[in-house]
């Protein structure tokens, strides 16, 4: 219900990070107002690891924080994660008896659907009351002021007006603009003097042009390769668009990638070196594209042997030429020409400086009573659950400190 008036703490958004803010902070004795100009709460929980919420990730620890989460300050999110583990959500999971599985890499699923994650995160908010707090909500909340006077923060909203000596910022970052994501915790952060480390799309398809538009022709195509971008790699599943690449290996790349810079795919991640040289001696009557089609798709494998320059059988391949194919596959170059932008990206990386943040509460150094968490702030997990590991963790952090 919305409510106008005094609370403990306003919180600006109902996904993941608000939510777990709130029902901390709830549990802790506080009144928390959190409003959303969305028609209900953790729009993209329902949405998330297909339908399924791919909540949480067993690796996703303050142990691995540095390399599993990119930030201008690699060591920032290991505070919050080592407060509040992924034991701690699979506890609360279990409690409300939610069955979920481990699909791959350590990744959490639930058995049946992502609602069962939101209902459960509604519920602890209404634990609050038994603790002598409140949480209440705003739907359909287009906020229009947000300012500090006199020690308190006053959020105008649908004509109500609500003030707090706490105000939160866990309104996300712009992907997915057309379920109403926006760049509005940015706004904030520039209104109170924060710094911004430039958002942009992560998570995200590559599209391909010039000389790669070729493989857009494979779209639907996967194969179980190694992606690389720099020095980072990624062992998982690349997929053919009708724009480009796809695919867990290159959503995982894409977050490293800057505009120009080439990325390189293992088509053939498991043959050993050596491998098209060995087959020459046993099957010297084979070609390039059938050894290729032993692993790979018929379609991918034409289009990598055409373009690797198939001259016949292997026996009429001198061993350098064949040494060089074999270097090519395994590092095969793409440049690619963008991505698909906001409008496909899982996440958004960069976002408000961890520099201007307390890391065990998310407060902000200078403004007193202001905290900004979850995907709003420069960390930016891996896919496969890190990302929804961080929103609940920075909104305990926040949430424990209201
Ligand atoms: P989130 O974006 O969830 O919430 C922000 C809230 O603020 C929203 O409710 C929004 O309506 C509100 N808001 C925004 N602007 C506002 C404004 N101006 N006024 C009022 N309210 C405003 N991660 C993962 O770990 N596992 C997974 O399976 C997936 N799957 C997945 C699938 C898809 C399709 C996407 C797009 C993303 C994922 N993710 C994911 C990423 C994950 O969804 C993301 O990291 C978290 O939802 C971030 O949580 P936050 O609470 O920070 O922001």
């Given at each position: 219900?919305?409510?106008?008036?005094?609370?403990?703490?306003?919180?600006?958004?109902?996904?993941?990070?608000?939510?777990?803010?709130?029902?901390?902070?709830?549990?802790r004795?506080?009144?928390?107002?959190?409003?959303?100009?969305a028609?209900?709460?953790?729009?993209?929980?329902?949405?998330?690891?297909?339908?399924?919420?791919?909540?949480?990730?067993?690796?996703?620890?303050?142990?691995?924080?540095?390399?599993?989460?990119?930030?201008?300050?690699?060591?920032?999110?290991?505070?919050?994660?080592?407060?509040?583990?992924?034991?701690?959500?699979?506890?609360?999971?279990?409690?409300?008896?939610?069955?979920?599985h481990?699909?791959?890499?350590?990744?959490?699923?639930?058995?049946?659907?992502?609602?069962?994650?939101?209902?459960?995160?509604?519920?602890?908010?209404?634990?609050?009351?038994?603790a002598?707090?409140?949480?209440?909500?705003?739907?359909?909340?287009?906020?229009?002021?947000?300012?500090?006077?006199?020690?308190?923060y006053?959020?105008?909203y649908?004509?109500?007006?609500?003030?707090?000596?706490?105000?939160?910022?866990?309104?996300?970052?712009?992907?997915?603009?057309?379920?109403?994501?926006?760049?509005?915790?940015?706004?904030?952060?520039?209104?109170?003097?924060?710094?911004?480390?430039?958002?942009?799309p992560a998570?995200?398809?590559?599209?391909?042009?010039?000389?790669?538009?070729?493989?857009r022709?494979?779209?639907?195509?996967?194969?179980?390769?190694?992606?690389?971008?720099?020095?980072?790699?990624?062992?998982?599943?690349?997929?053919?668009?009708?724009?480009?690449?796809?695919?867990?290996?290159v959503?995982?790349?894409?977050?490293?990638?800057?505009h120009?810079?080439?990325?390189?795919?293992?088509?053939?991640?498991?043959?050993?070196?050596?491998?098209?040289?060995?087959?020459?001696?046993?099957?010297?009557?084979t070609t390039?594209?059938?050894?290729?089609?032993?692993?790979?798709?018929?379609?991918?494998?034409?289009?990598?042997?055409?373009?690797?320059?198939?001259?016949?059988?292997?026996?009429?391949?001198?061993?350098?030429?064949?040494?060089?194919?074999?270097?090519?596959?395994?590092?095969?170059?793409?440049t690619?020409?963008?991505?698909?932008?906001?409008?496909?990206?899982?996440?958004?990386?960069?976002?408000?400086?961890?520099?201007?943040?307390?890391?065990?509460?998310?407060?902000?150094?200078?403004?007193?009573?202001?905290?900004?968490?979850?995907?709003?702030?420069?960390?930016?997990?891996?896919?496969?659950?890190?990302?929804?590991?961080?929103?609940?963790?920075?909104?305990?952090?926040?949430?424990?400190?209201?």
């Amino acid at each position: 219900m919305a409510k106008s008036g005094n609370y403990d703490a306003i919180i600006l958004g109902a996904g993941g990070a608000g939510l777990m803010c709130a029902l901390t902070a709830g549990q802790r004795g506080r009144r928390v107002l959190v409003i959303d100009h969305a028609s209900g709460p953790g729009k993209k929980i329902l949405i998330s690891g297909g339908g399924r919420c791919n909540f949480t990730n067993v690796n996703a620890t303050s142990a691995n924080a540095q390399e599993r989460y990119l930030s201008a300050n690699p060591h920032f999110a290991k505070s919050a994660l080592g407060r509040y583990t992924p034991t701690d959500f699979i506890e609360m999971v279990q409690a409300h008896g939610i069955a979920f599985h481990e699909k791959t890499l350590g990744q959490l699923f639930c058995d049946d659907s992502a609602r069962q994650i939101v209902e459960m995160l509604m519920d602890e908010c209404d634990k609050s009351e038994a603790a002598g707090g409140r949480v209440d909500f705003a739907f359909h909340a287009p906020i229009s002021d947000v300012r500090r006077a006199d020690d308190l923060y006053h959020v105008v909203y649908n004509g109500l007006k609500a003030s707090a000596p706490a105000l939160v910022i866990a309104t996300g970052g712009p992907s997915i603009p057309k379920m109403g994501a926006t760049g509005f915790a940015y706004d904030l952060a520039r209104q109170f003097g924060l710094k911004i480390v430039e958002p942009r799309p992560a998570l995200v398809p590559f599209t391909l042009g010039g000389d790669d538009v070729l493989f857009r022709e494979l779209s639907g195509v996967s194969a179980d390769v190694e992606a690389r971008c720099g020095k980072v790699r990624f062992r998982e599943a690349a997929l053919l668009t009708h724009k480009g690449l796809s695919g867990p290996a290159v959503l995982q790349i894409s977050s490293y990638w800057r505009h120009g810079q080439p990325i390189g795919v293992d088509f053939l991640p498991d043959q050993p070196s050596g491998w098209l040289r060995d087959l020459k001696r046993e099957k010297p009557r084979t070609t390039i594209k059938s050894a290729l089609s032993a692993s790979l798709s018929s379609r991918l494998a034409d289009i990598l042997a055409d373009r690797i320059g198939d001259g016949g059988n292997l026996a009429d391949w001198p061993d350098r030429r064949l040494e060089e194919a074999e270097r090519k596959l395994s590092d095969w170059p793409f440049t690619p020409n963008g991505t698909e932008g906001y409008a496909k990206a899982e996440v958004t990386a960069g976002g408000i400086s961890t520099d201007g943040l307390s890391q065990k509460t998310m407060e902000a150094r200078t403004v007193p009573g202001l905290f900004f968490i979850g995907e709003a702030v420069d960390v930016t997990g891996w896919l496969g659950g890190y990302n929804f590991q961080w929103a609940w963790a920075s909104g305990v952090a926040a949430g424990s400190s209201l």
